[in-house]
């Protein structure tokens, strides 16, 4: 069986200040995928980053970036000077290959303080 | 790319009429559809897969009858929440899935069913 745990509920940060939401998952299989979603206030999911098991290269994308390691089933994200516009739900979320289903964890509420 | 859309975006009902929600892939061929529920402050929650021309297959404890898929064409697939009750009040998201993004699901802005 799948499982994604986001330990952090709720984070709260001044703009500006960095902030890392962590993820770890448990799956047995060998090949799969590890996702992370947006959920703003309006509801929508928003497509962040997908991640395959056999590449473990951290990534980043502007003010964002990503943190894989197999030897500790995590795929952890790191906002760097975080905006307003930041506050919102993240999903980490973990596919198979071949399995059309996501596990999804319990996502961290992320507010962004002025 | 891989625009989904929704609609409608709210609705308001009486106890015991049914509702139709419609989801679409904008921009790709969706092969595959999938539709969610989530309550305030959970995550998401699979109710059914969704794929084009064949019958859905719904989640262990999602009754069938109630809630009504049907993945038609490619850009389009369909909720309906038949005979609704206060209980169904909750807030629906579709994706999708197919072609060059298959191993993506991009999700629609959700609906928000409000059973009076």
């Known amino acids: 069986a799948q499982k994604v745990t986001q330990a952090q509920t709720e984070i709260s940060v001044v703009e500006k200040e960095d902030v890392t939401l962590d993820c770890v998952y448990e799956t047995r299989d060998t090949t799969y995928y590890l996702f992370w979603y947006k959920q703003p206030p309006s509801g929508e999911l928003v497509f962040l980053i997908r991640?395959?098991?056999?590449?473990?290269q951290n990534e980043i994308s502007g003010r964002y970036s990503w943190n894989f390691q197999k030897s500790t089933s995590s795929f952890n994200f790191t906002i760097t000077a975080s905006q307003v516009v930041d506050s919102a739900v993240y999903f980490c979320a973990l596919s198979g290959f071949g399995n059309e289903k996501l596990t999804f964890g319990t996502g961290t509420r992320l507010t962004i303080i002025p | 790319g891989a625009v989904v859309s929704q609609h409608p975006s709210w609705v308001i009902c009486k106890s015991g009429t049914s509702v139709k929600i419609e989801c679409r892939s904008l921009d790709f061929q969706a092969t595959t559809m999938f539709w969610y529920r989530q309550f305030p402050k959970q995550s998401l929650m699979l109710m059914a897969t969704?794929?084009?021309?064949?019958?859905?297959?719904?989640e262990q404890g999602v009754e069938k009858d109630k809630f009504l898929i049907n993945h038609a064409s490619l850009t389009l697939s369909t909720l309906t929440v038949t005979s609704a009750h206060p209980e169904d009040s909750s807030f629906y998201i579709c994706?999708?899935?197919?072609?060059?993004?298959?191993?993506?699901?991009?999700f629609g802005p959700g609906t928000r069913l409000l059973v009076l």
């Open positions: 994706s999708a899935r197919g072609g060059s993004l298959q191993e993506t699901q991009y």
């Open positions: 969704s794929n084009e021309g064949s019958k859905a297959t719904y």
């Open positions: 991640r395959n098991s056999f590449d473990e």
